[in-house]
């Protein structure tokens, strides 16, 4: 029972770094040169698996900069969460109830670059451009920075690496970038690699997990000129845990669904609510929603 406790924790916190991967609808949307953005968002992850509960509460400070590489439109980010963990564990004894203080979950660093459709362009430039088909690529570096503590079953901290790649396509309906009947169509295959945990938490002496695979879908279009929404989902495979070897069982085959609601009351303050519910899962009494909301500041 301890192994099924400590495997669906695991599970638990890969859904956290899961969601804090996922940037959603617009992530890579195209971006004046020497853009920066400060952003705060609050990741709030309710998930059940195996008769237990868990949530998440992570707020995620984050600075990205729009750069030009090879004439093309590309950025860096850097983000360092926040937060806190809470679980209601299911076990022979009956329900055991665990929090953690608030602490500093992985720092992650990225980037990302337009290859097709993305050139740098100036603000005015930006303003009169006509976009269409977009494709580039992004990577985004978890370091084991986090708060962990081998003798707690619950850490926001991972104690080990993680690194997402993305190929991030869409196109664009619009006669410029500021139409306000812009519509885009997203897709974003992802795969996730994630580094070892030699000091787990239980009998284990490494828990390992294979790669996970997902395939991100948006289409958003304006409402107006300040005002933009989408339909989400996401689709999701792999990530199996193994325990000094031995496979675990519990590949993961995900899909969710969900909306985006966005709002810029200023052109330098941009708004956004997100909704995301998990609609199917292989795994054995598995269910969640993600809700999450950002504050963005332009300059």
Do not use: C
Request: aromatic letters at 10%.
């Amino acid at each position: 029972m301890l192994i099924r406790v400590v495997v669906a924790a695991v599970a638990f916190f890969s859904s956290v770094i899961g969601a804090l991967a996922q940037d959603g609808a617009r992530a890579y949307f195209l971006l004046p040169e020497d853009t920066n953005i400060i952003s705060l968002t609050m990741n709030l992850l309710h998930t059940e698996v195996a008769g237990s509960e868990f949530d998440a509460a992570v707020l995620t400070p984050s600075y990205r900069r729009s750069i030009e590489l090879f004439g093309n439109a590309g950025s860096v980010l850097i983000g360092i969460p926040v937060g806190s963990l809470d679980a209601s564990l299911a076990t022979p004894i009956g329900v055991i109830d665990l929090e953690t203080d608030p602490a500093q979950g992985d720092i992650f660093v990225g980037a990302a670059l337009g290859l097709v459709g993305s050139p740098s362009l100036s603000l005015m430039e930006f303003a009169q451009y006509k976009p269409g088909f977009r494709a580039g690529v992004a990577a985004k570096l978890f370091l084991p920075t986090g708060d962990y503590d081998s003798n707690r079953l619950l850490n926001l901290g991972g104690n080990r690496w993680s690194l997402e790649l993305s190929l991030p396509i869409s196109y664009v309906l619009a006669d410029t970038m500021i139409d306000p009947e812009l519509t885009t169509f997203e897709l974003v295959p992802v795969v996730q690699f994630f580094g070892d945990n030699d000091d787990p938490f239980g009998p284990a002496n490494i828990v390992s997990q294979d790669p996970l695979f997902s395939l991100q879908g948006h289409i958003t279009r304006n409402l107006s000129r300040t005002v933009w929404a989408s339909i989400d989902g996401t689709y999701k495979y792999g990530g199996e845990l193994s325990s000094d070897g031995v496979d675990q069982g519990n590949t993961q085959e995900v899909v969710t669904l969900g909306a985006t609601l966005g709002w810029s009351p200023t052109p330098a303050l941009a708004l956004r609510a997100s909704f995301e519910q998990t609609v199917y899962s292989k795994l054995p009494d598995s269910s969640g929603h993600l809700i999450r909301a950002t504050a963005a500041y332009r300059f």
